[in-house]
């Protein structure tokens, strides 16, 4: 099984900074199979990216993914007040998996 | 636009079968673009995939995570266009949020695009 660790466990941003969240996998990831999601409370995961690099439909330009292998990174670019919210990595390989998530806070 | 509506009932008993169900709108089962999937969410262990299920070319295939495999069922209806998870001896640390997901072929690539609203399930007597 493949092993997501993301990092930070919290980050605590002001409205308008940059976000970078990481997600590092315990073996290689094929990048066409790596995704990110944003959770709010209450709600179902939202896919913001798949490919390692495509935003989904509807999803902000300001949401961007980069990265292959093993270390992958989530960048907002400037923070939305409805951007604050948990982040999760997901990789859909054979057997899936996904990060504990970082939570991203109004500092 | 493709919705996934979940049924079942919120509270089981340890021992008993666990039983959800996922109608699918927008979309057809038995798609060779998608593969339907079962997710759980608790506090101790995060999100969780549980398995899918999936037609290609007219053939079922059925994948299942290991912590859970030999107490977990996933199959399809397509004359009622759903799926269903059925979880067997079921314990209190199965009590879990349960989500339906849609995995899409999007792009070259296959993603997680749509999810149902979540069933939250308690296991307790």
């Known amino acids: 099984e493949i092993v997501l660790t993301q990092s930070p466990g919290t980050l605590s941003l002001s409205p308008g900074e940059r976000g970078t969240l990481s997600c590092r996998a315990s073996q290689n990831v094929l990048n066409k199979y790596l995704a990110w999601f944003q959770q709010q409370p209450g709600q179902a995961p939202r896919l913001l990216i798949f490919g390692a690099s495509s935003r989904a439909t509807g999803i902000p330009d300001r949401f961007s993914g980069s990265g292959s292998g093993t270390d992958f990174t989530l960048t907002i670019s400037r923070l939305e007040p409805e951007d604050f919210a948990v982040y999760y990595c997901?990789?859909?390989?054979?057997?899936?998996?996904f990060g504990q998530g970082t939570r991203v806070e109004i500092k | 636009h493709v919705q996934l509506q979940q049924s079942g009932p919120g509270l089981v008993k340890p021992s008993q079968t666990l039983s959800l169900t996922c109608d699918i709108s927008?979309?057809?089962?038995?798609?060779?673009?998608?593969?339907w999937n079962w997710i759980r969410q608790s506090p101790s262990r995060g999100l969780e995939w549980l398995g899918r299920t999936y037609s290609r070319s007219t053939t079922w295939y059925t994948t299942y995570a290991e912590h859970v495999k030999g107490r977990i069922t996933i199959n399809a209806d397509p004359s009622k266009n759903q799926f269903s998870l059925h979880l067997n001896s079921v314990s209190p640390e199965d009590t879990a949020i349960y989500y339906c997901a849609r995995v899409f072929a999007l792009a070259g690539t296959w993603a997680m695009d749509v999810w149902g609203q979540g069933t939250t399930v308690i296991v307790s007597s």
């Open positions: 997901h990789q859909y390989g054979s057997s899936p998996t």
């Open positions: 927008g979309d057809n089962v038995s798609t060779n673009s998608a593969a």
